[in-house]
């Protein structure tokens, strides 16, 4: 294995290793990669992060079930991708633990950046899912209720554009091909 002092050596043209204090000095804004030198280290490590909330359609007897959070609004069930996790694992996981509902993952419905609030933006990624026959639905204590809606009543509700939008999407694929 090649130490990282030699390459910045091998970068230099083989001048030598630079003290640590002028090698932070000296270190250009856009560090160059010591093996091919036309090509920029990426800045992953400067570039805003937003954290990843994966939510699931679930439609029950033509109704989708929605949960009411702390900002009086109707959400999709699901939650934080946690490190390790795919997004499938995580909505199967989040509906599980805010519904006691057993679901499989369907197809992406839609994607993008939600901001909540100053200085708070969540990417949003929604699945349609297919749940397991159920009769009840119960909701977990972090939303105040949870609720079932017609197709009609969630254009009313408040809620995201986002959610409406993926609503609408798996509804009317499902009525298209449903689930064999």
């Known amino acids: 294995m090649?130490?990282?002092?030699?390459?910045?050596?091998?970068?230099?043209?083989?001048?030598?290793?630079?003290?640590?204090?002028?090698?932070?000095?000296?270190?250009?804004?856009?560090?160059?990669?010591?093996?091919?030198?036309?090509?920029?280290?990426?800045?992953?490590?400067?570039?805003?992060?937003?954290?990843?909330?994966?939510?699931?359609?679930?439609?029950?007897?033509?109704?989708?079930?929605?949960?009411?959070?702390?900002?009086?609004?109707?959400?999709?069930?699901?939650?934080?991708?946690?490190?390790?996790?795919?997004?499938?694992?995580?909505?199967?996981?989040?509906?599980?633990?805010?519904?006691?509902?057993?679901?499989t993952p369907g197809p992406i419905l839609d994607s993008w950046v939600y901001h909540i609030a100053a200085g708070v933006d969540v990417v949003i990624v929604t699945y349609g899912c297919y749940p397991a026959p159920f009769s009840t639905v119960t909701h977990s204590p972090e939303h105040k209720a949870v609720g079932l809606f017609t197709i009609q009543e969630v254009h009313t509700l408040p809620m995201p554009e986002g959610y409406k939008k993926s609503i609408q999407a798996w509804s009317e694929r499902l009525v298209v091909s449903p689930r064999r």
């Open 2 to 103: 090649v130490s990282t002092d030699a390459l910045w050596q091998t970068a230099r043209g083989g001048r030598g290793p630079v003290s640590p204090v002028r090698s932070i000095a000296l270190m250009p804004t856009t560090r160059r990669c010591p093996l091919h030198t036309s090509i920029p280290f990426p800045q992953d490590n400067q570039a805003y992060r937003f954290p990843v909330s994966v939510k699931g359609v679930v439609l029950h007897t033509e109704r989708v079930v929605l949960l009411k959070n702390e900002r009086e609004e109707w959400e999709l069930p699901g939650g934080k991708l946690e490190l390790g996790e795919s997004p499938e694992d995580c909505v199967t996981r989040e509906i599980h633990e805010e519904l006691g509902l057993h679901v």
